[in-house]
C-alpha cells in the first residue's frame, strides 16, 4: 500500500466535483434544519397538549423516528412508499427523510426549552391578558431559543454529518462524490482526507453561527446594550415588552 501523496490530496481538494458536492452537502443540511425546525415545533407543542390523543400521537412520532436507524428511513421512503403508490425523487427522498427525522430531535429540544421557561412567565403572560399565541410568540420563543441553542448546536452537527447517509441511495452529496473519485484514481486516503477537511469547514461555519446566536439572544448583552442607548433607561422584562400597545 502506498503513502500519502501530497500532490493527490490537493488536487482532491480543489477538485470541482467534490466542491459542487460540498455545497450539495450544506444545502441539504439547511434544508433539513429549517424543515426540522418548523415541524418539530409542531411536534413540540403536540407533545405539551393537554389533549390526550395529540400528545400520544406526537410521543409515536418521536419514538419511531428517534428510535430508528436514518439509513432505514431514508431506504423505507425512497424504497418503501412506491409500493404503497408514493413516489420520491432521490433528492426529494433525502430532504424529507432528514426533515422527518431531524423534526423528531427538534421537538424535545424545544420541549425542553419551554419546561426551563421559568413557570412565571406563563402566569405573568395569562394575567396581561396575552392571548397564547402572543404569548408563545413574544414570550415563550424567545425565551426558549436561547436556552436550546447548544443543543442546537449540536444537533446541526450531527445533521451536517448524517448527510453522508443519502450517499446509499446515490444522493451526490459530499460523500458520494468522494467515492466516486476514489472509483476512478484509487486515491482513497487523499480523497477521504479531503472530504474530511471539508466536512471540518462546514461545522467551524456553523460553530461561528452558532456563537453568533448565542451573542445575539444573551439577555446580559442585550441588557447592556439597551442601557447604553438608553442612558438609565430601565429595561422592561420580555412579558411586559409583549404586553405593550402595537
Known amino acids: 500500500m502506498r503513502g500519502f501523496d501530497v500532490g493527490d490530496f490537493y488536487a482532491a481538494l480543489t477538485n470541482q466535483f467534490l466542491l459542487v458536492g460540498v455545497l450539495v452537502t450544506a444545502g441539504l443540511t439547511v434544508a433539513g434544519l429549517a424543515g426540522g425546525l418548523i415541524l418539530g415545533l409542531a411536534i ?27 439509513l432505514i428511513q431514508m431506504v423505507m421512503i425512497y424504497s418503501g412508499l412506491p409500493q404503497l403508490g ?54 415563550l420563543l424567545p425565551q426558549a431559543t436561547r436556552i436550546i441553542l447548544p443543543a442546537l448546536g449540536n444537533s446541526v452537527n450531527g445533521l451536517l454529518k448524517a448527510t453522508s447517509i443519502a450517499s446509499v441511495i446515490s444522493m451526490e452529496e459530499l460523500m458520494r462524490r468522494a467515492e466516486m473519485i476514489m472509483q476512478i484514481k ?61
Open 86 to 139: 408514493i413516489k420520491f425523487g432521490v433528492l426529494t427522498s433525502v430532504i424529507v427523510t432528514l426533515v422527518l427525522n431531524e423534526a423528531a430531535y427538534m421537538a424535545e429540544i424545544i420541549r425542553g426549552g419551554f419546561l426551563a421557561i421559568p413557570a412565571g412567565q406563563h402566569d405573568a403572560a395569562k394575567a396581561l391578558g396575552l392571548s397564547r399565541s402572543l404569548a408563545l410568540r413574544k414570550v
Open 44 to 70: 413540540a407543542l403536540m407533545r405539551a397538549s393537554r389533549h390526550g390523543t395529540v400528545s400520544r400521537i406526537a410521543q409515536g412520532y418521536i419514538w419511531f423516528f428517534r428510535g430508528t436507524p436514518l
Open 186 to 246: 484509487f486515491d482513497v486516503l487523499e480523497v477521504f482526507a479531503a472530504a474530511a477537511v471539508y466536512y471540518l469547514v462546514l461545522t467551524t461555519l456553523w460553530d461561528r453561527a452558532q456563537r453568533w446566536l448565542e451573542r445575539r439572544y444573551d439577555p446580559t448583552r442585550t441588557t447592556e446594550t439597551k442601557e447604553k442607548t438608553a442612558g438609565t433607561a430601565v429595561v422592561m422584562p420580555a412579558v411586559e415588552q409583549a404586553a405593550l400597545p402595537r
